[in-house]
Every structure is written in C-alpha cells, then in structure tokens.
C-alpha cells in the first residue's frame, strides 16, 4: 500500500521437514511463512555469531540479506511491477543465500579490525 517492495526476500517454505512434538522430524509437506522465517532468523544469527558488530544492527543485517540474495525472475507481475524486474513484488532481491551472506558479514568485522589496527 506504500508502493514499497515486498516481501524484501524469500527463503525456502515449500516442502520443509520440521520437527513435531515428541521429539522427531516429519515433513516434505510443510510449507509458508512458518517454515521461512525461521531460515532467515537463522541466517541473521550465523551473521552475527561472525559479526559481533552486526548484533542489533538491524537495518545493516537486512541490507546484507538482501544484497547477497539470489535474484529470482518470475513470469508473474503483482502491484504494477514486472517479475522480471529485481527487486520485484513477488520475490524480492531473490532467495536468502546464507553463505554469502555470512561471508560478507564476516568480511566487515576483518575490515572494521584490519581499519582499527592502522
């Protein structure tokens, strides 16, 4: 309704194992934003288990996200952007790619101490 982009990125929440009560795992038919969030919550603390400066940092943490996602084109256009377009309405800056994105984390804190040690 603001004409922003959204969602901003997306993780995988389509056919996701997940634990159960009772101490297992079940799945393969678990999916939405139930079976998402927790990848990105998860993703956000291996960020900031090699960033110590990110914890907190919202707004940097998110920015990382989604500049190391991987671009997503959809066929589908929804509220006037194409989905071939990125970021795009649909998908966002793309898939959440945890290793770039811890690596690009990680690659902060080594430059704020190598800037620190000058």
């Known amino acids: ?3 922003s982009i959204g969602p901003n990125i997306v ?10 009560p009772g ?9 939405g934003t139930s079976m998402a969030g927790p ?3 998860g993703l956000a603390a291996l960020m900031w288990s090699v ?10 943490t998110i920015k990382i996200i989604q500049e190391t996602a991987k671009p997503l084109k959809v066929s ?3 509220g006037g952007l194409e989905g071939s377009a990125i970021p795009n309405n649909t998908t966002g800056h793309g898939m959440i790619d945890a290793y770039a994105a811890v690596k690009k984390a990680k690659a902060m804190m080594v430059q ?7």
């Open 11 to 20: 993780a995988p929440g389509v056919s996701i194992n997940s634990t159960i």
């Open 112 to 118: 704020k101490v190598t800037q620190a040690q000058e």
């Open 1 to 3: 309704f603001d004409k």
């Open 51 to 60: 960033n110590k400066n990110l914890i907190g940092d919202i707004k940097t």
């Open 23 to 31: 101490g297992g795992y079940q799945g393969g038919f678990w999916s």
């Open 76 to 78: 589908q256009s929804c």
């Open 39 to 41: 990848h990105v919550a």
